[in-house]
């Protein structure tokens, strides 16, 4: 705990910071955002945040392509494989699939929004929430005599 | 590990072995297959027969577990912890035979619900949906692979996102409501994957029996205690745990009745198997991280929940929208059962999640039955029913005393044994006393929002205007299945208690024997 400031533990970590960095600029722009496409942008700087951190803790140091190095009949060639250092290749593979489901929920928000678009007429928040609390007092006013009748 | 060298050797051979795939396989294929007929006619048919098939494997399954012990399948013969591993034990069984029996009772009445709610061209597609959220519901439960648990919730979340914006043919307000339904779970899988990269630097592994066996030889780090802290935000949205139940009113409100239904029994119930796995099988409660996070924040939040939750539901003028609001405050109910920490409060919390899924699918059933009759939940829409449709609302009022837990229903029989646990832990803390009373206070809060329904639909008199009859049978059948086990498992309890009490049992046990290698069962 001597020192809170080192230099050398930063930029060993560098990659941990650029991910909180993109991590919390993607939530940022989720939460601070109104307009819903810059919304589900933000989700994907988000997602690709995490997927940088899934492929930088795959990173051994020194560690090349986990391809194992045959010669020109395909062989794998024993003696090339002593000593070699891989990077772990499953963090990769499984990025792959958050990769794949990522795409398939930026695909599915902007379906939504379209169709958004289609009934509300903007894709603003702030002007969607306006005309949904004009819904629910229209609703309530419509039924209101059961509540007042209780309360 | 010591059984590994067993389970590698184990082929699966008959059907009889394949159960544990089947059980995902079968929903999973029929998905497809009612895209690819794209028969508005077969649609239905299909997705009741699969899931049909589902509930008898999931009985099977359930059978064979009930002892304890597990079963273990390795996909493709590649041997856990490198191969995925669906692993079944008396806590999957249990919530894989609440989730299949739940898809498969609402099945008839989505049938009747959907035709009258749903544009008729999204038929097939809509079902094809339908079939893709159960199986991402029981491959979640199923599955013994942490990886593989986000892969199942990212199909059941993304199918439920377009089943709740179905219900903008009658109120546009269902795609804003599926929007931020999808924001908001996107965020909560991506912590949830977050906090398993964590794990995986710190194990360098995904199977959860090995997690946890290697969890437990290194102990706590900082890298083990974030990745549960990311864990438990991510997954406590998907159950709607208190302060992150924003997605839940709007999305259960504006989604059509048939999806509700079945998201209300099941998706928060598969969510909080997961979160429960976790916490126990995964990381073991005997960790300090795991017991603070417990007492200091899951307890209040259940406790604030409870109260809350009952009380906005208590002044909502829409029957769908106030058992909605309830449905947070039942989650509260589990997660107070969970994190009492004791075999009795996680038999309570078990027995709680299959009560309240059996109720709250009862009720939005009858919400369901009435908008078919009356276009609408309002209570004005809705009152003086109870001589119009008396079937329903009979079932309703079944339905409403289960979850308030009046004696002879099943609801009863759960919120006893959560305040029998709450007192058992009193001469530890006495803050539990305060606990127990909290429950009882909150159920009285259930009383008022119940009775309020009781009262609009036997008191009031009928809009002059009402042209309501009674429900079709199509949907008083499962109606009053469900209504009938609500009666029954409240009858006769030992079954169900029994189940559950095993269930606990082998959660706390560092869980399905997940560090005891001799507890082993289908495996050769």
Known sequence: MGQLFNLQFLTGHIHYLLFIILMMTGLFIVVDKTNLVKKIIGLNIFQASVFMFYVSIGKVTGGTAPIFPMDDKYHVDKEALQGIVYSNPLPHVLILTAIVVGIATTSLGLALIIRIRESFNTIDEEDILNIEQEMTRDDNNKHRDVAEGLT | ?524
Not at chain 2, 303 to 330: E, H, T, V
């Open chain 2, 1 to 524: 590990m010591a059984n590994t060298a067993l389970v590698a050797e184990h082929t699966a051979r008959t059907l009889y072995d394949h159960l544990p795939l089947l059980q995902v396989l079968v929903p999973f294929c029929a998905a497809p297959l009612i895209v690819l007929l794209g028969s508005r006619r077969l649609a239905w048919p299909l997705a009741f027969v699969s899931s049909a098939v589902a509930l008898i494997i999931s009985v099977m399954l359930m059978m064979s577990v009930r002892e304890g012990g597990y079963i273990s399948y390795t996909m493709g013969g590649w041997s856990p912890p490198l191969g995925i591993e669906y692993r079944i034990d008396t806590v999957n069984a249990y919530v894989l035979m609440l989730i299949s029996a739940i898809g498969t009772v609402v099945l008839p009445f989505a049938y009747v619900s959907v035709k009258d709610e749903i544009l008729s061209k999204n038929h097939s597609l809509f079902y094809a949906c339908w079939m893709l959220c159960l199986t991402g519901l029981l491959g979640m439960v199923a599955t013994g692979d942490a990886f593989n648990v986000f892969v199942f919730l990212e199909i059941s979340s993304l199918s439920t996102y377009v089943l709740v914006a179905q219900g903008a043919a009658r109120d546009r307000r269902a795609l804003t409501a599926a929007y931020d339904y999808l924001i908001m779970g996107t965020i909560g899988a991506t912590f949830f994957v977050i906090g398993l990269g964590m794990l995986y630097m710190a194990t360098g592994t995904l199977n959860m029996a090995d997690l946890a066996d290697r969890i437990a030889d290194q102990g706590a780090n900082r890298t083990v205690r974030s990745g549960f802290a990311f864990i438990v935000v991510g997954l406590g949205l998907k159950v709607a745990m208190f302060p992150l139940h924003l997605w839940l009113p709007k999305a259960y409100t504006f989604a059509p009745s048939a999806v509700t239904v079945f998201l209300s029994a099941t998706a928060t119930k598969a969510a909080l198997y997961v979160l429960m796995r976790f916490i126990f099988s995964v990381y073991h409660p005997d960790f300090s991280f795991t017991t603070n996070a417990l007492e200091i924040i899951f307890l209040p939040l259940a406790i604030i929940a409870m109260f809350s939750a009952s009380f906005i539901a208590a002044f909502q003028i829409n029957f769908k929208r106030m058992l909605a609001y309830s449905s947070i405050a039942q989650v509260g109910y589990m997660l107070l059962g969970i994190a009492i920490l004791t075999e009795t409060g996680l038999t309570a919390a078990l027995l709680h999640m299959f009560n309240h899924g059996l109720a709250k699918a009862l009720l939005f059933m009858g919400v369901g039955a009435l908008v078919l009759r009356t276009g609408g939940a309002f209570y004005t829409q809705i009152s003086g029913l109870g001589r119009k449709m008396p079937l329903t609302c009979g079932a309703i009022v079944v339905g409403g005393l289960s979850l308030i837990g009046v004696p002879g229903t099943a609801g009863f029989l759960s919120k006893w044994l959560l305040v029998q646990a709450a007192l058992e832990r009193v001469s530890e803390n006495s803050l539990f006393l305060l606990v127990s009373i909290a429950i009882v206070l909150s159920s009285l809060l259930a009383v008022v929002y119940v009775w309020r329904v009781f009262e609009v639909l036997y008191l009031r008199e009928p809009n002059p205007d009402s042209t309501a009859t009674e429900a079709p049978l199509m949907m008083l059948i499962p109606m009053w299945i469900l209504a009938g086990s609500c009666l029954w498992f409240g009858l006769s309890t030992d079954f169900l208690y029994d189940i559950a009490n095993q269930a606990a049992l082998g959660l706390l046990d560092g869980s399905m024997g997940m560090l005891d290698s001799n507890k082993t069962l289908g495996v050769e």
